[in-house]
């Protein structure tokens, strides 16, 4: 059973780097089947896909993101990473890593989720 | 707002069935068949009940289906159960440059 944990700071200043790294278990990063993905939720609001990345480092982003977004993945640790730059109270939300089945374009696994704030 | 248009709530008795609807246009919901539904309960991360439109996938029960018109797709829950009242997104694939959109959500209370 695959399983997607997140990690890191759940308070984040205003104009700072909001990172954030996922880590897999029960399967293995480096299969070529799926993009591994971050999608975020501001309180009481709906889905935002951010971006993907898949085993051999090829990503894609949210336009909407883009000029603050990187993805990157380390496949020795089994791990995927999310940098978000200069952030503002707009980006604070439960921010998900997930698994994108790429023949579905279906994210069937997705992690427990976690609060990032960004407040001074 | 969303890209795709879903209601914002929608309600049923146990034992009856509902539809959501998920509106989008040719460049994703009509254009492609890689639509999927997710439902989140309250404090917990979505749940994949619809792939492809209407492939289920291991373990989601039978009561959950999906189809797609044109520009719409649909979810239906038949028999409706107290579990089931939940949030519920759509999504789909998008030829635009966000490749990936989702629906606003919609609420679903059982009675």
């Known amino acids: 059973q695959v399983q997607l944990q997140e990690s890191g700071p759940g308070l984040v200043k205003p104009s700072q780097t909001l990172s954030l790294t996922c880590t897999v278990s029960?399967?293995?990063?480096?299969?070529?089947?799926?993009?591994w993905s971050w999608i975020r939720q501001p309180p009481g609001k709906g889905l935002e896909w951010i971006g993907y990345?898949?085993?051999?480092?090829?990503?894609y982003y949210n336009p909407s993101l883009k000029s603050r977004v990187t993805i990157s993945v380390d496949t020795s640790k089994n791990q995927f990473s999310l940098k978000l730059s200069s952030v503002t109270a707009a980006d604070t939300a439960v921010y998900y890593c997930?698994?994108?089945?790429?023949?579905?374009?279906?994210?069937?696994?997705w992690g427990q989720g976690t609060l990032v704030t960004v407040s001074s | 707002q969303s890209a795709l248009t879903q209601p914002a709530s929608v309600s049923g008795s146990p034992g009856q069935s509902i539809t959501i609807s998920c509106t989008g246009t040719?460049?994703?919901?009509?254009?492609?068949?890689?639509v999927s539904w997710y439902q989140q309960h309250p404090g917990k991360a979505p749940k994949l009940m619809i792939y492809?439109?209407?492939n289920r996938p291991s373990g989601v029960s039978n009561r959950f289906s999906g189809s797609k018109s044109g520009n719409t797709a649909s979810l239906t829950i038949s028999g409706l159960q107290a579990e089931d009242e939940a949030d519920y997104y759509c999504?789909?694939?998008?030829?635009?440059?966000?490749?990936?959109?989702f629906g606003g959500g919609t609420k679903l209370t059982v009675l």
């Open positions: 997930a698994r994108e089945d790429i023949a579905a374009a279906a994210v069937d696994y």
């Open positions: 029960g399967g293995s990063i480096s299969s070529g089947d799926y993009y």
């Open positions: 990345i898949y085993y051999s480092g090829s990503t």
């Open positions: 040719s460049s994703d919901v009509g254009g492609y068949n890689y």
């Open positions: 492809e439109v209407s």
């Open positions: 999504s789909s694939y998008t030829s635009s440059s966000t490749l990936r959109v």
